[in-house]
C-alpha cells in the first residue's frame, strides 16, 4: 500500500487560454501529478481533447501525466497517448472487452496501466485483472462533466477495495475522480484512497496555489 498521498490537479476545469500558468500554479501547491480526461462524445456525453493537447500538457510539465480515457474503442489510441506524454493511462471496465489484453499493451508501450470503474459498477468486475493493472480509479460521480456532486457511496467501495488490495499483498493505487473537496478528502484518504483528482476545487478557486497547498495538508 502506498503511504503516500497524492493530488492529482485534473485540467478539465482550467483556463486553457492560461494552461501553462495555471498548471504552474497548482506546481507550485504541490501538486504531484496533472490529470488529462479524455472524452469523446460518445462514451460519455461530453467531448474534451485528445493527444495534441497532452503533448502540450507534457511540454509544459514535469510532473506525471495521467490520462483518463473516457472514450470509446480506447485501443485505437493508447499508442497515440503514450506517444503524446502520458506517463499513466486509465480505461474503463465498462468500454474495454478485452481488458486484460489492453491493460498488458499499455505496459508493453511503456506507461503505468490504469482500470476505471463508473459509481454503478462493482469492484468485484475487476478481480480478475488486479494483478495486471498499477492503478484503479473509482469515479466518484457519473463521468462526464466537471463540478459534479460527490456520491457518498464511493466512500464504500475505496474502502472494499483498500481491504481486498490489504489481503492479496497487492501494490496498485486507489485514484477517486469526482466531486473531491475539502469536505470529503480526509474521508476518502481514511478509507485507503492514495490519489485524489481535484478539479474545480483547484482551478475553480481565485488562488490555485492556495487551494492546492491546502487539500495537499489534508492528506499529509
Known amino acids: 500500500m502506498n503511504s503516500k498521498k497524492l493530488i492529482a490537479s485534473s485540467i478539465l476545469n482550467s483556463d486553457f487560454s492560461n494552461l501553462a500558468q495555471q498548471i504552474r500554479f497548482t ?25 495534441v493537447v497532452v503533448k502540450a500538457v507534457r511540454k509544459i510539465t514535469k510532473l506525471p501525466v495521467d490520462v483518463h480515457l473516457m472514450i470509446k474503442d480506447p485501443d485505437a489510441l493508447l499508442e497515440k497517448f503514450i506517444e503524446a506524454g502520458a506517463n499513466c493511462v486509465t480505461v474503463h ?30 469492484i468485484t468486475t475487476l478481480v480478475d485483472v488486479l494483478n495486471l493493472v498499477d492503478l484503479v480509479l473509482i469515479m466518484s460521480v457519473n463521468p462526464g462533466f466537471g463540478g459534479q456532486k460527490f456520491i457518498q457511496s464511493s466512500v464504500r467501495k475505496v474502502q472494499e477495495l483498500s481491504d481486498w488490495r490489504f489481503k492479496s499483498s497487492s501494490k496498485f493505487l486507489i485514484e477517486v475522480d469526482g466531486g473531491i473537496n475539502k469536505d470529503n478528502i480526509k474521508e476518502l484518504a481514511n478509507a485507503g484512497c492514495d490519489v485524489f483528482v481535484v478539479g474545480n476545487s483547484i482551478f475553480g478557486q481565485d488562488n490555485i496555489t492556495a487551494a492546492t497547498i491546502e487539500l495537499k495538508n489534508m492528506v499529509v
Open 27 to 51: 506546481e507550485l501547491g504541490g501538486a504531484d501529478w496533472i490529470h488529462c480526461d479524455i472524452m469523446d462524445g460518445k462514451f460519455v456525453p461530453n467531448l474534451t481533447f485528445g493527444p
Open 93 to 122: 471496465q465498462e468500454e474495454v472487452v478485452h481488458l486484460n489484453r489492453t491493460l498488458t499493451r499499455i505496459k508493453e508501450l511503456g506507461a503505468k496501466a490504469g482500470v476505471a470503474i463508473n459509481p454503478s459498477t462493482p
